[in-house]
């Protein structure tokens, strides 16, 4: 069983930074992948990037890149959202989440576990 649980969240103004971490616990596989997913109110849940947990290798969504970062810990069992430039249309609740696949999964609701999410604001 693994446990995910996020944090780093909070209210910045446009062009600010802010670093969201994901603590994994219980018994992560080589072979997981960790995404990072966001949800606007009213609107689905999107891919936001993804961390292969063995190599370190990352994909993102296109609007995100060279603004965000994934990078996982997997001594410290972390994972975390390196978030520059953020604009309005950032603002959602992050999600950190964990399946088992052999590459990237961009579809949330492929994976199986979930961390409680945290909210990221950023006013124009």
């Known amino acids: 069983q693994v446990n995910l649980v996020e944090s780093g969240g909070g209210l910045v103004q446009t062009g600010a930074s802010l670093r969201l971490s994901c603590a994994a616990s219980?018994?992560?596989?080589?072979?997981?992948?960790l995404g990072w997913f966001r949800q606007a109110p009213g609107k689905e849940r999107t891919f936001v990037a993804a961390?292969?947990?063995?190599?370190?290798?990352?994909h993102y969504e296109d609007s995100v890149k060279g603004r965000f970062t994934i990078a996982r810990d997997n001594v410290e069992n972390m994972v975390y959202l390196q978030m520059n430039d953020l604009k309005p249309g950032d603002t959602a609740v992050y999600y950190c989440?964990?399946?088992?696949?052999?590459?990237?999964?961009?579809?949330?609701?492929?994976?199986?576990?979930w961390g409680q999410g945290t909210q990221v604001t950023v006013s124009s």
């Open positions: 961390v292969g947990w063995n190599d370190g290798s990352a």
């Open positions: 989440a964990a399946i088992d696949a052999p590459k990237w999964v961009t579809s949330w609701y492929k994976y199986d576990v």
């Open positions: 219980g018994r992560i596989l080589t072979t997981y992948v």
